[in-house]
């Protein structure tokens, strides 16, 4: 039986002396879950908040899932979250980080106003330049969408200022063309079509959700478009975007079809926010910090941590698993602060996405491999959970991920059952009936499953 990962993950203690301030940089969910950790495993000492938006912590999921439902912005205060206000020292906003400096003896960080015409504000700042020293910096400064050049009059769907800028733009007859089949893509198009928008998507892969499910899984979501009225143009790279028009590349890669729009939202992607810090750190191939499960940045020294959408962090039996995720904004912030502060650092959970698209409420957990293939069960024409397996011996199969479709009931065995790398051995003929349990189809001998996987 291999090694089980679900436990905690033993880390080198924490520097000494134990930090006495500490500056976060970034007000989304992950700086403000580091803030309210922070307090929470008894950090009593002086804690600065720096974030580029002037608005205070709010909930980015309902921007795109509910777009027209909920006009008003979920604060996360309100949702039981933390308050920054009273968590925090002091709390710098407008404000975006623009150079640091890290040693053992601490980090400066210099900060800015941030610009008044970046996307990224709520309301304009003001502010010269300062710098701030600190014991430790926690990096949590989030993910920015991606702007392809040359994409004149294309609006995005990222910030509270986004979302209300859209609601103001879409209406019963609106030709709205979404650029990007993803999550963000799917939820805008199912939201708009059900105002009377005429939606149409395209999509450069062959299907939606290429990229985060496979091209099996993702051509299993298709269908969903033209029942909520929507059309899906896959394989339909863009040249071109300007006010009024997308442009379609044609044979060769010329320009071809030209689509007459209103409103032209891109929705390719997000990059970390993390271009300040070139040349400075070392960065994945995203872009991203490299982080282990206590925050420490890969070639920094320790008084440097990162977290949430701008961190990739390495976890045993999985390899580098990307950050991007409001699960992991939420979660990972616990074991930073534990690093931190000399606790025990718990084993984060398996990677998990949720999304409501297209009339259907989705969940991907785990991370699959290559060499994964898909085993259904339950109705695929209804509710239905598809297991990313390995093949194994005899029957079995190696667990690696799992999407639900309308399904919930499988979405905390699947959370379980892969948290801290884990990859229980399965009968595959039991995890396929949907009426068997997930976890009595787990091979009692191996429950948990040896933490085995690419690097």
Do not use: N
Request: charge should be negative; aromatic fraction near 4%; charged fraction near 20%.
């Amino acid at each position: 039986m291999g090694r089980d990962y679900r436990g905690s993950v033993s880390v080198p203690a924490a520097p000494s002396p134990a930090p006495r301030s500490v500056v976060v940089v970034g007000t989304g969910l992950a700086g403000l879950r580091t803030v309210a950790e922070l307090r929470a495993q008894g950090f009593d000492g002086e804690v600065t908040v720096v974030g580029a938006e002037a608005v205070p912590p709010y909930d980015r999921p309902p921007l795109s899932k509910e777009l027209f439902s909920r006009v008003e912005p979920v604060w996360l205060s309100g949702e039981g979250y933390g308050d920054l206000a009273d968590l925090a020292d002091r709390v710098l906003p407008g404000r975006r980080a623009t150079a640091v400096r890290a040693d053992d003896d601490g980090v400066d960080l210099t900060v800015g106003p941030a610009d008044a015409g970046d996307p990224a504000q709520g309301h304009g700042a003001a502010g010269e330049a300062l710098t701030l020293h600190a014991d430790v910096a926690v990096l949590a400064t989030g993910a920015e969408p991606v702007r392809p050049a040359g994409w004149t009059g294309a609006a995005e769907l990222h910030t509270v200022a986004d979302a209300a800028a859209l609601r103001g733009r879409l209406s019963a007859g609106t030709r709205l063309v979404v650029v990007g089949a993803g999550w963000i893509g799917a939820e805008l198009a199912g939201q708009a079509a059900a105002q009377g928008c005429a939606v149409t998507v395209v999509e450069a892969a062959p299907t939606p959700l290429h990229r985060q499910l496979g091209a099996d899984l993702g051509a299993r979501t298709a269908p969903w478009y033209a029942a909520a009225g929507v059309e899906l143009r896959c394989g339909a790279p863009v040249t071109a975007v300007e006010p009024g028009a997308v442009t379609l590349a044609g044979p060769d890669g010329a320009p071809g079809e030209r689509l007459a729009a209103d409103v032209v939202v891109t929705a390719v992607g997000v990059r970390p926010a993390t271009r300040w810090l070139a040349g400075t750190l070392p960065l994945t191939g995203r872009g991203a910090l490299r982080v282990d499960p206590a925050g420490r940045v890969a070639g920094a020294p320790a008084s440097l941590r990162a977290v949430g959408d701008c961190a990739d962090m390495e976890v045993p039996g999985l390899g580098l698993v990307p950050g991007g995720h409001w699960d992991a904004a939420l979660t990972h912030p616990a074991g930073l602060v534990a690093g931190l502060l000399g606790h025990e650092v718990p084993a984060p959970g398996a990677p998990y996405v949720f999304s409501t698209q297209l009339g259907h409420d989705l969940a991907f957990v785990g991370a699959p491999t290559d060499a994964a293939t898909v085993l259904l069960r339950g109705d695929p024409d209804g509710a239905w959970t598809a297991l990313l397996v390995e093949p194994g011996p005899d029957g079995t199969g190696r667990l690696t991920a799992g999407f639900t479709v309308d399904r919930p009931r499988d979405v905390v065995p699947l959370r379980k059952l892969l948290a801290g790398g884990a990859r229980p051995l399965l009968d595959r003929a039991r995890a396929a009936d949907a009426a068997v349990p997930l976890r009595k189809a787990v091979l009692a001998a191996d429950r948990a499953g040896p933490a085995a996987g690419p690097a």
